[in-house]
C-alpha cells in the first residue's frame, strides 16, 4: 500500500480488501471501462495542447510533448514538467516540456488527464500548495478522486495484475 500513505486508515483498509479479495480490477475496470488512445507522442502532444489551450490560455507555449521511459512511479514521479531558459544570441529563449511515464501508454483517459492537469498546473504555480491544488481541481473537477484512482491502479500494478 505504499502508493496509498497519507491517507485516511479507512480508505487504506477498503483497498487491502479489494487486494485481498482479488477485486480491484474488477473494481478499477468498472470506474474507467477502456483506456485512452493517446499512444504516440504526437497524440499525445495534441490531446496536452487542447487541454492547455483549454484550460490555461495565457501560458507560455509548450515545446516539447512526449512519453518517458525514464520515469517511474517508483521515484514518485507520474509525470515532470520542465522549464529551461537559454541564451541564444543575445536574446533569452525559453523552453517547456512535459513528459508522462511510458507506464500511462494505456490507462484510462481519466488517469492521463489527471497526470496532464498536474503538470500543466506547474505552469502558473511552481509548488504543490493550497492555489496548485485549487488550480488542478480548476481544470479537472474530479482531480483527488482520480488521483486516488490513479494510486489504486499503481497498487494493482504492484500486484502484478493488469487493469486491460
Do not use: W
Amino acid at each position: 500500500m505504499k502508493y496509498l500513505q497519507g491517507y485516511a486508515p479507512e480508505l487504506i483498509a477498503q483497498a487491502q480488501k479489494l487486494v485481498d479479495d482479488s477485486k480491484l480490477a474488477s473494481y478499477l475496470r468498472k470506474r474507467y471501462p477502456k483506456p485512452h488512445d493517446f499512444r504516440s507522442d504526437r497524440a499525445l502532444a495534441d490531446y496536452v495542447v487542447e487541454l492547455k489551450r483549454s484550460s490555461l490560455k495565457n501560458a507560455p507555449s509548450l515545446n516539447r510533448v512526449s512519453y518517458c521511459n525514464k520515469i517511474s512511479p517508483e521515484e514518485s514521479l507520474l509525470g515532470v514538467h520542465v522549464f529551461r531558459t537559454r541564451n541564444h544570441g543575445g536574446k533569452a529563449k525559453a523552453d517547456s516540456e512535459i513528459k508522462i511515464a511510458t507506464l500511462f501508454r494505456s490507462v484510462p483517459e481519466e488517469f492521463l488527464r489527471m497526470i496532464v492537469v498536474h503538470e500543466l498546473a506547474h505552469f502558473r504555480e511552481k509548488d504543490h500548495n493550497r492555489a496548485f491544488y485549487k488550480l488542478c481541481q480548476n481544470m479537472e473537477p474530479n482531480y483527488f478522486q482520480l488521483e486516488f484512482d490513479l494510486r489504486l491502479y499503481l497498487t494493482l500494478l504492484d500486484t502484478g495484475e493488469q487493469l486491460y
